[in-house]
């Protein structure tokens, strides 16, 4: 009973301190009101009062909207109270999304960070951190093996338990490369799978696996029923096994997790929809270094086993003295065995077959049968391969016997995996026979000498994965846990792989930005569809919405997304022509998402929907920008203004509501902005469009407004000509060195100090931070927070080279020269830019190669405690450097930072002396901090490229390279198709109560609320869209689907609208609702407090989540949503009468659903 006194106590206690607040507040902001209305100069009185009175209407709004949401909040916890005493014996704890409290206490961990922790891994098993600080990391020759070292058997090891061979062909399509994905399938791939038909059916011992889904569609699609039919007979067989089921056989450095997910997505229901049959282990023997979070996303689609190969060779020849090369690969921040898969580290130096069989690549390319003498591809090593025939066969069969023994001695099962195949192997009919052949007479030779001790048979992963398990049950024998990721990956010598991370990133900016495209547009899609439905009354959609259409845009969209993860594409490491293939199917999928989006923003918005019409020639609504070819960057499209109000429309795509700026070009200096449904003025501010560092456009200018928006809405703004002064304008001032620059703009004050004033430090604030740059470079040196907190933060450039001998950094390698890292330094000082303004301020370095901006906005609330950095950078006129962005800090770091991983986790990293400097680049594809005990230093980014901390205190991520060689790994080319790149991120500064937590020698570490919060608005920016024109409009309403945000730990991933099961190629009533509950750090409450809030239960009320969007049906399922993974009805059914859906911290939970 006490807990039934206590709830509605604290209830009532949150609710009277909340009138309170809200009445002391109003009585506040009203004297200063008063007080301010006397100050103003005359010239401006009623700029001034009309500023404050918008500002005054928009806390009071704000205000209305908290009461509101703490009247939520009493509902909720009220209706949860309820349940709890109906149902607390049968199921302890209850799930309701509770707020976190106001005044919690900054020692104290934060609600929900205890279940958080109930997650984090144990100290058992190996951890790769602990085996990086262990390996001395020297390369001695091991002899024929020559990373490794001699492998010893006595012969009588397989007495007991035969040796079991498995050799599996497999044929590794790069979809693109050198050749196009088009030019590729054209000229190899067809033909490989065409003669893969025909060549395993001729014998039902054969055997092959296939791993790219991109190919086999578009192959599927040109092969007659027949040939379908033998496909299917063939995988119902388990001649054929396809593996991973990804779109394509994705990067796991630079790709996020919503694309990795999204691929993987697209691969499995399309093999669902054509074939049937379900993936159920991974093949990922080509990406440059491997990621647990890429093991999370294959565990959740069902997967059970999978096979890795690039590993830094030092950790191979670690594992393979261990016997760890098979493992249980872990999750550093799960405690339980839940998210372990089982992983085959491949031990030698490539996946080819001189390097499968055994650890002596001589003899083994010697049963290479492609490579037989008057064949096109030979041995290196100048010992041919040799047709097998009864005179041969058994010198044959011995001498690759003994390379089996030796490899298998590197495991703890008697049980052997030797892939066999290569690059677009199996083309030729020729090389079919060759393999088969040749390799049946030595299995038939093993399988007729008993006293061999082996079983040697064509075999696909299924095949090999299910002997080991039977072995190791049988045996009693359990594999090692491994935790941790495999970066940054070396080949030999100091060859490490961290150049890749940031290769052609003008690239990597446009994948991120088709990402949130995609993303936007399909959430929009699904619940146009809903509310189509539910309009009509009879489940059936608008006639003249072209849903088919535009789902077959979206379809593209998926696979042009999927496609580019590929680990030639996102990476960087193709060559001019393949990229800008890729790069124009990113841009022209962007252009019809784009089409996607207005169409069903268009049927949203209108109140009286009946006065929808679709034209594809003169859309209602248009973005108010232009991308105008793969490789340009956006440009504002100038909004014409007048007397009569310009429509224009804000999508905010993320589930939590949002204080933000919105930027328009306009064509006046003066200008107006209202929500059109209140009629509420927003602050606004005018700023010049720099065409030049120091001219200002005559014609064209920037109009800032702060807003708030709902999640997931479309709101209407009027936007009109103001009279002339009324909107205030930006104040700039202009350095270069001490001198007085000449600026060309008339319609805004400027002022250019000079002397002793021009060197001056620079300064910004707002209501949260305040910022020091230097007046000589504009450059960032100290930040201080409200709390008093200060920490010295210079921003500097520089650049690298590379070696002079030997050796040189290319598409793949980072090989810096022996100079090291060498300040950025200009003949003469950067153009400085100082902005001023209500909405936000700025400071702009224009320096020869780049372009750098720090700029604060004055925003309430959590939003505007990040400090925002962009650059635009041009390093075209360059040859072999590379630029990097350097903060030097004095946060006491020691060698520890911490990087992303996809963005779905972070990892600790250990700059090591004992590497060289590009060994210590890792991949950051959207976050990475240093911290010590009293405050932490994040950097967030909206695009991957590759980070440091070289030193205490340090942090660096690379923004360009231009390298004029190849550097000897395929590619043939050097990287010199270099773009005007602009890269954006978010700095955030916070608090720190208490240390980094332990566990098992490897700090596990989230990212805080704060950061969170703003890396989804990072990634997800703000979509604009503009009425065609000023004429007489249809009336429009704003479309809020949701009444308040998830809870700030809780990412709505997507909302997916599945394809129908009966209509190829059309959208279904179901979606894919993919939530990511985040786990996040517990050192300190956000400051100042989001207005989302967290749940301290792993349960939750789904009918609570997303109201007062309901579900007619709501059914858990795998990641990529397989029919076969749904939950069964009648548990789905009781679910929902429950309402709570369980999400654990850090997991990502996927339902098929159906919206009411």
């Not at 001729?202 to 086999?216: G, L, P, T």
């Not at 079919?432 to 082996?454: G, I, M, P």
């Not at 069903?600 to 929907?609: G, N, R, T, V």
């Not at 310009?646 to 700026?661: G, H, Y």
């Amino acid at each position: 009973m006490k807990r039934s006194r206590v709830l509605p106590l604290l209830v009532g206690g949150v609710f009277c301190v909340a009138v309170v607040s809200f009445y002391r507040m109003l009585e506040m902001m009203q004297g200063a009101e008063l007080q301010h209305s006397g100050a103003p100069p005359a010239g401006h009185l009623d700029e001034s009062v009309f500023q404050d009175l918008s500002r005054l209407q928009l806390k009071i709004d704000r205000l209305e909207h908290l009461l509101t949401e703490n009247n939520r909040l009493v509902a909720t916890l009220r209706n949860s109270l309820l349940q709890h005493k109906a149902s607390w014996e049968t199921r302890g704890r209850g799930g309701s999304n509770s707020s976190a409290d106001p005044a919690h206490n900054q020692g104290d961990p934060l609600p929900g960070c205890r279940l958080a922790d109930e997650m984090k891994g144990g100290a058992e098993g190996v951890k790769l951190l602990d085996v990086y600080d262990l390996l001395p990391f020297d390369n001695p020759d091991g002899g024929a093996w020559k990373q490794g070292f001699e492998i010893r058997y006595q012969g009588n090891e397989w007495n007991e338990q035969p040796l079991e061979v498995f050799v599996v062909p497999h044929s590794h399509n790069d979809p693109g490369w050198l050749k196009t994905f088009d030019l590729y399938y054209e000229d190899q791939t067809r033909h490989i799978l065409n003669n893969m038909v025909l060549k395993l059916s001729d014998d039902s011992r054969r055997k092959m696996i296939w791993a790219e889904v991109s190919y086999f569609s578009k192959w599927w699609n040109d092969i007659d029923e027949q040939k379908r039919a033998l496909v299917k007979r063939l995988l119902e067989a388990g001649q054929l096994e396809l593996v991973t089921g990804g779109w394509v056989m994705a990067d796991e450095a630079n790709s996020h997790y919503f694309a990795l997910l999204d691929q993987l997505i697209e691969g499995h229901q399309w093999i669902q929809r054509h074939l049937g049959v379900k993936p159920s282990s991974g093949w990922a023997i080509d990406p440059f270094g491997h990621s647990p979070s890429m093991t999370y996303l294959l565990k959740g689609a069902g997967l059970q086993n999978m096979v890795i190969q690039r590993v830094h060779y030092a950790i191979k020849k670690h594992f393979a003295r261990q016997q760890t090369l098979e493992f249980l690969w872990r999750q550093n921040w799960d405690s339980s065995s839940r998210s372990d898969i089982t992983c085959h580290m491949m031990p030698f130096y490539s996946y080819d077959v001189p390097h499968t069989c055994g650890p002596n690549p001589s003899v083994c390319c010697q049963f290479d049968f492609h490579r037989l003498p008057g064949g096109r591809v030979f041995c290196p090593w100048r010992i041919s391969p040799q047709p097998i025939t009864k005179e041969n066969v058994e010198e044959r069969a011995l001498l690759l016997l003994d390379q089996y023994r030796q490899k298998s001695r590197l495991f703890r099962t008697s049980v052997l995996l030797v892939p066999l195949g290569d690059d677009f192997r199996f083309v030729d009919s020729s090389e079919w026979d060759a393999q088969f052949s040749n390799y049946q007479k030595l299995f038939d030779y093993f399988e007729q000498h008993l006293e061999l001790h082996v079983k040697a048979r064509f075999g696909t992963l299924a095949d090999y994965f299910a002997a080991q398990q039977r072995q190791l049950r049988s045996t009693g024998a359990n594999l090692p846990t491994v935790s941790g990721d495999f970066f940054t990956y070396a080949d030999r010598d100091d060859h490490y792989w961290s150049g890749y991370y940031t290769s052609r990133p003008f690239y990597k900016r446009l994948d991120r930005t088709l990402e949130a495209t995609l993303r936007a547009t399909e959430i929009l899609f699904s619940l146009t569809l809903a509310e189509m439905r539910r309009f009509r009354g009879d489940g059936r959609l608008v006639d003249d919405f072209p849903a088919k259409e535009h789902f077959g845009r979206l379809t593209v969209g998926r696979r042009s997304l999927g496609l580019f993860q590929h680990h030639d594409a996102v990476t960087g490491t193709a060559r001019d022509p393949v990229v800008i293939d890729y790069g124009t199917r990113l841009f022209h999928s962007i252009l019809n998402l784009r089409q996607v989006m207005q169409s069903s923003a268009h049927w949203l918005l209108l109140l009286d929907k009946n006065r929808y019409h679709h034209d594809d020639s003169k859309p209602f609504l248009l973005m108010d920008d232009v991308i105008a070819a793969h490789d340009a960057l956006p440009q504002k499209m100038p909004l014409r203004l007048s007397d009569e109000p310009r429509s224009l429309i804000v999508f905010n795509p993320t589930e939590q509501r949002r204080s933000s700026v919105v930027n328009l070009v306009v064509d006046s200096p003066d200008a107006r902005v209202i929500e059109a449904e209140s009629g509420r003025p927003m602050v606004a501010q005018i700023s010049a469009v720099w065409v030049e560092p120091s001219r200002a456009s005559p014609e064209t200018f920037q109009l800032s407004f702060i807003t708030e928006l709902p999640p997931l809405a479309l709101i209407v703004y009027h936007v009109t000509r103001a009279p002339t002064g009324s909107t205030p304008r930006a104040r700039y001032v202009f350095l270069r060195g001490g001198e007085a620059p000449t600026v060309q703009t008339k319609h805004f004050s400027v002022s250019r100090p000079q002397g002793p004033e021009a060197n001056a430090p620079l300064s910004l604030s707002n209501k949260h931070i305040q910022i020091w740059s230097s007046g000589h470079t504009g450059l960032l040196q100290k930040l201080r927070l409200q709390s008093g907190l200060v920490r010295q933060v210079q921003v500097q450039f520089l650049w690298y080279g590379t070696r002079t001998r030997g050796d040189k950094s290319g598409a793949y390698l980072f090989l810096p020269g022996e100079d090291g890292p060498q300040l950025y330094s200009s003949s003469e000082p950067p153009l400085v830019r100082v902005t001023s303004g209500p909405v936000f301020s700025d400071i702009t370095s224009c320096f020869r190669h780049f372009k750098h901006t720090v700029r604060l906005y004055h925003l309430d609330g959590h939003a505007g405690r990040s400090l925002e950095i962009s650059n635009t950078v041009d390093i075209r006129s360059e040859v072999n450097h590379e630029l990097v962005m350097r903060l030097v800090t004095d946060v006491s770091s020691g060698n520890r930072f911490y990087s992303d991983l996809n963005s779905f986790q972070m990892q600790q990293r250990r700059t090591l002396s004992k590497l060289p400097l590009q060994a210590n680049f890792y991949p950051m594809t959207s976050a990475s901090f240093l911290q010590d005990d009293t405050s932490r230093l994040t950097l967030l980014s909206a695009q991957s490229q590759a980070v440091a901390s070289l030193r205490t205190g340090e942090l660096e991520v690379v923004l360009d390279r231009r390298l004029q060689q190849d550097d000897n790994r395929g590619l043939g080319q050097g990287v010199t198709d270099n773009k005007l790149t602009a890269s954006l991120y978010n700095l955030l500064l916070e608090d720190r109560k208490g240390g980094a937590q332990e566990v098992g020698g490897a700090a596990v570490e989230h990212l805080s609320l704060l950061a969170h919060l703003a890396s989804l608005s990072l990634s997800h920016p703000l979509i604009n869209m503009v009425a065609h024109s000023a004429g007489l409009l249809p009336k429009l309403r704003p479309f809020q689907p949701v009444s308040s945000s998830l809870p700030c730990d809780v990412h709505l991933l997507n909302l997916r609208t599945l394809e129908d099961e009966q209509e190829a190629g059309s959208p279904s009533q179901e979606v894919a609702l993919l939530l990511h509950r985040k786990g996040f750090d517990c050192s300190s409450a956000p400051e100042p407090l989001p207005q989302c809030t967290w749940s301290v239960h792993e349960e939750v009320d789904s009918a609570d989540l997303l109201a007062p969007i309901r579900f007619r049906s709501l059914r858990r399922s795998g990641l990529t949503l397989l029919r076969g993974d749904d939950e069964d009805l009648e548990s789905a059914r009781q679910q929902q009468q429950r309402r709570i859906i369980s999400l654990r911290p850090m997991e990502i939970s996927a339902f098929r659903a159906e919206l009411d």
